[in-house]
């Protein structure tokens, strides 16, 4: 991965961030089968981003969550959330990402996650390492879970999550953003009951630079999307420091025995 690639993803999703904002309070929306929301930014972004991506790398594949999903297993695929935290984005509350992310043979190789009202842009390639602003941020090595720490857990399930530790728990109505919070010592942790590859590929990109773990309810590791199918959702996931991450997998674990 080159920092040249990383520059372009970022001016990228930096000018589908302005796009997104342009539509204002006046944005219409359509309820999907799923029952979340789309908008027509939605749309407009990732129209976007494909035409800038199609334009620079022609024979690569894309996902995106609203127009179209290619096949994983091709040498290199672009997943793509144009507005990660839609229900946010209607509402008008500022907590909603662009999310871009390259994976290669399935591995996410780079990811930028752009936050414009918040005036923050996460970039990160496992060979480069992780950035916010374009500061490196720090590796994690956090191994205790303290009362006051926070977890970030996506509230997209049927079944209430419980975790028999100590923590304090956020949802901030974006995946890829609780993902970043984890990547900046924000979040202990994160835990995703169900996801979309969309979601997370840019984000697993920029924390595996950082020491952080995926790892799902079984225990394994998450390292490569290539055998998921992006159309459907996926299963839990916990995202955290190596030394921490194990532990919190085998509590949620206890929870369902």
């Not at 789309?38 to 991506?53: N, Y």
């Not at 995703?192 to 079984?218: C, K, M, N, S």
Request: a negative charge.
């Amino acid at each position: 991965m080159t920092t040249e690639t990383i520059e372009f993803m970022t001016d990228v999703a930096q000018d589908a961030g302005e796009v997104a904002q342009r539509y204002g309070e006046d944005v219409r929306t359509v309820r999907k089968a799923d029952g979340s929301l789309v908008s027509e930014a939605d749309r407009a972004v990732e129209q976007l981003i494909r035409r800038r991506l199609q334009a620079r790398w022609p024979d690569d594949g894309l996902i995106g969550e609203e127009l179209g999903i290619d096949d994983l297993t091709q040498a290199r695929v672009w997943c793509l959330d144009p507005i990660d935290g839609t229900h946010n984005f209607v509402a008008g509350l500022p907590l909603w990402v662009v999310s871009i992310g390259l994976c290669e043979h399935g591995l996410p190789t780079a990811g930028v996650v752009h936050a414009p009202m918040l005036n923050l842009t996460y970039t990160g390639a496992p060979d480069i390492g992780a950035f916010v602003n374009g500061r490196p941020l720090a590796a994690l090595q956090d191994k205790e879970l303290r009362p006051n720490d926070l977890i970030g857990v996506t509230s997209v399930t049927n079944q209430p999550l419980q975790l028999p530790i100590p923590h304090r728990m956020r949802n901030l109505g974006s995946g890829a953003l609780h993902a970043c919070c984890v990547a900046a010592g924000i979040f202990k942790a994160a835990v995703f009951p169900d996801w979309y590859v969309w979601d997370l590929a840019a984000a697993l990109a920029i924390t595996a630079p950082l020491g952080v773990q995926a790892r799902t309810l079984d225990g394994k590791r998450l390292d490569s999307l290539a055998n998921l199918d992006p159309r459907q959702r996926q299963g839990l996931l916990v995202l955290a420091p190596a030394p921490l991450c194990g532990r919190l997998v085998a509590s949620i674990e206890q929870v369902g025995k």
